[in-house]
T-cell receptor
Framework: DAKTTQPPSMDCAEGRAANLPCNHS???????VYWYRQIHSQGPQYIIH???NNETNEMASLIITEDRKSSTLILPHATLRDTAVYYC????????????FGEGTQLTVNP | NAGVMQNPRHLVRRRGQEARLRCSPM?????VYWYRQLPEEGLKFMVY????????ESGMPKERFSAEFPKEGPSILRIQQVVRGDSAAYFC????????????FGPGTRLTVL
């Protein structure tokens, strides 16, 4: 799996958009970008994934650059409950592929 | 549809004892994964199983650790002769047999070795 690089921490005001960047310059053509988050001590939670097109679901939006070397996860209206470690993972989109968690970004949403 | 279930949630063992961690995947999911999170560290893949088969155990320590996912019943992660370094949170995840790597995680089992 391609290596990813994320800032170790970010802060965001409640109600504002949180934009979490991820670099994955060695991504290969058949690899997808997945985002998970882990709220303190809980099991990780899937957020969203994409290949090359921008994606949106009820939780977030994923913007992938045209060259696919970086992406941004957007939480449009962050709440205090969004405080968590966010992981950007590059992996093949086939069930059975291990997830390689890096150190992620600690997002703190402030009131 | 109940989520991934793990039990016990907390487990305390003395050095040299055995630890058995159980994971019931979501209904209809045939793929199970185990991950370990050591204190102040990230999540590390341990093993991937399908019913009655170990598919990828490249993340499992070579000794004392074993995993199974029988035809009937939960997946079991077994740690023999535990040592203090085994103290960690162990997470199980499951996924359906589809073309997606969306894995659903359980709440974890926190193992403490005294």
């Amino acid at each position: 799996d391609a290596k990813t690089t994320q800032p170790p921490s970010m802060d965001c005001a409640e109600g504002r958009a949180a934009n979490l960047p991820c670099n994955h310059s060695t991504i290969s053509g058949n690899e997808y970008v997945y985002w998970y988050r882990q709220i303190h001590s809980q099991g990780p939670q899937y957020i969203i994934h994409g290949l090359k097109n921008n994606e949106t679901n009820e939780m977030a939006s994923l913007i992938i650059t045209e060259d696919r070397k970086s992406s941004t996860l957007i939480l449009p209206h962050a709440t205090l409950r969004d405080t968590a470690v966010y992981y950007c993972i590059v992996t093949k989109e086939t069930s059975g592929s291990r997830l390689t968690f890096g150190e992620g970004t600690q997002l703190t949403v402030n009131p | 549809n109940a989520g991934v279930m793990q039990n016990p949630r907390h487990l305390v063992r003395r050095r040299g004892q055995e630890a058995r961690l159980r994971c019931s995947p979501m209904k209809g999911h045939s793929h199970v994964y185990w991950y370990r999170q050591l204190p102040e560290e990230g999540l590390k893949f341990m093993v991937y199983l399908q019913k009655e088969n170990i598919i990828d155990e490249s993340g499992m320590p070579k000794e004392r650790f074993s995993a199974e996912f029988p035809k009937e019943g939960p997946s079991i992660l077994r740690i023999q002769q535990v040592v203090r370094g085994d103290s960690a949170a162990y997470f199980c995840a499951s996924s359906p047999k589809t073309e997606s790597n969306e894995q659903f995680f359980g709440p974890g089992t926190r193992l403490t070795v005294l």
